[in-house]
């Protein structure tokens, strides 16, 4: 039987995040807030992806040197990381040729890992400031912007809860106060600045160009099976042919940007039991060993890409091996792996709409595929990647 949507998006009204929807682009980090500029981060590559009335948001977090991020490989990283569209499948383990290396190469690689972050679920926005009121006390730049009663975006609250998170749970809601502090050009760009509810730290975002008018869609994952290649994908399972896994993802379409996570296989989440811990601290204290960490690494995913000529390429991925692949493709493309195509999406019918199932296929070896089954969630101006129409 097909799993229950996640109800909570579905719980939104449509006006909810309509005014942050887009790619945002972190700029800066003041950690503590109101720290001196040379303090701030600016260097690490922070993207957003909101939908646009679903609250469905993809975020993803990759400091300089990261070997997944798409700007900035390292040559070294190269060896280590070959470009595999199978590293879409999220099952573990992460860059198997690492046992080879030597301890010091090893060791700088997996602390590169064990710090990006990424995590995903469900953004819900207030007007005006609904926390105790700390971060406007506390942050004269935050008051300072709420001043303007003609901003582009009034003081608001926004709450993301995190349903899939590539380090272990904090421990704390993730809420931010936000205002914007710049005047919001013809093509949507716009600086707002967030800052935490306890006041603890600032960021400042960029949204990106054509980004807040769409298009838009987003899907949840529902969840994912692996059946046998003879088998009519367009058919229901049965239990016979196929093997059920629970497994919550999501992927978000705003502008020609795309993002996509899907988290680790909830029976098998050994990271999610460590609350208030992060990677780092899970590897130096020994809490797991070398090689559940690796797994742990690999049955995560989070990427983000542009479509470019109808082509959904993979700029920055959690997982380096992705990194330059194409996230869906024709079936051609998957047979002859000429184009390094992750997957193919298809459906019954020619279009899908608004609650509709389509079926996500991945080669999973001679004889099997995985298939990831999403619900379409939201729909706007676009319409879902499916293989026909490719």
């Known amino acids: 039987m097909m799993s229950s949507p996640i109800s909570c998006t579905?719980?939104?009204?449509s006006?909810?995040?309509?005014?942050?929807?887009?790619?945002?682009?972190?700029?800066?980090?003041?950690?503590?807030?109101?720290?001196?500029?040379?303090?701030r981060d600016t260097t690490t590559k922070v993207l957003w992806?909101?939908?646009?009335?679903?609250?469905?948001?993809i975020d993803l977090r990759l400091q300089i040197g990261s070997p997944g991020r798409g700007d900035d490989k390292e040559d070294a990283n190269d060896i280590v990381f070959v470009k595999n569209p199978g590293a879409i499948r999220a099952s573990g383990p992460l860059a198997p040729s690492m046992q080879t290396l030597d301890l010091q190469t090893k060791r700088e690689i997996f602390t590169k890992l064990t710090k990006i972050k990424s995590f995903a679920g469900v953004l819900k926005c207030h007007q005006g400031d609904v926390t105790s009121g700390t971060a406007l006390e506390k942050d004269i730049v935050l008051l300072e912007c709420c001043k303007n009663m003609k901003a582009p975006l009034q003081l608001c609250t926004c709450i993301w809860e995190r349903m899939i998170d590539y380090q272990p749970p904090?421990?704390?809601?993730?809420?931010?106060?936000?205002?914007?502090?710049?005047?919001?050009q013809t093509d949507g760009s716009l600086y707002i600045r967030?800052?935490?509810?306890?006041?603890?730290?600032?960021?400042?975002?960029?949204?990106?160009?054509?980004?807040?008018?769409?298009?838009?869609?987003?899907?949840?994952?529902?969840f994912e099976?692996?059946?046998s290649k003879d088998k009519n994908i367009d058919k229901e399972n049965d239990e016979n042919t196929s093997h059920h896994r629970h497994r919550q993802g999501f992927w978000v379409r705003a502008g020609s940007s795309f993002a996509y996570a899907v988290g680790r296989p909830a029976a098998d989440d050994l990271v999610k039991q460590h609350t208030g811990k992060n990677l780092m601290e899970l590897m130096e204290e020994r809490i797991i060993d070398e090689e559940e960490i690796l797994n742990a690494l690999g049955q995560y995913v989070g990427l983000y890409g542009e479509i470019q000529n109808g082509k959904w390429n993979i700029f920055h991925s959690t997982n380096p091996s992705l990194v330059g692949c194409r996230l869906v493709g024709t079936d051609l493309m998957m047979r002859t792996n000429t184009e390094m195509c992750c997957s193919t999406v298809h459906k019954s019918a020619d279009t899908a709409c608004v609650g509709d199932f389509v079926k996500q296929v991945i080669i999973c070896g001679d004889?099997?595929?995985?298939?990831?089954?999403?619900?379409?969630?939201?729909?706007?101006?676009?319409?879902?990647?499916?293989?026909?129409?490719?």
Not at 10 to 13: F, R
Not at 383 to 390: A, E, K, R, T, V
């Open 194 to 222: 967030e800052t935490g509810q306890d006041a603890s730290y600032a960021e400042g975002w960029y949204r990106l160009p054509f980004t807040f008018e769409g298009p838009f869609f987003a899907m949840e994952l529902v």
């Open 367 to 390: 004889d099997d595929v995985l298939i990831r089954n999403w619900r379409v969630v939201e729909l706007h101006g676009c319409s879902i990647p499916l293989c026909s129409d490719l």
């Open 15 to 39: 006006s909810s995040c309509a005014n942050v929807a887009g790619v945002w682009s972190r700029v800066w980090e003041e950690d503590p807030l109101l720290s001196d500029e040379e303090c």
């Open 170 to 184: 904090t421990g704390g809601a993730d809420v931010g106060v936000c205002a914007s502090y710049s005047e919001q």
């Open 49 to 57: 992806t909101q939908s646009l009335s679903s609250g469905i948001y």
């Open 225 to 227: 099976e692996i059946r």
């Open 10 to 13: 579905t719980a939104l009204s």
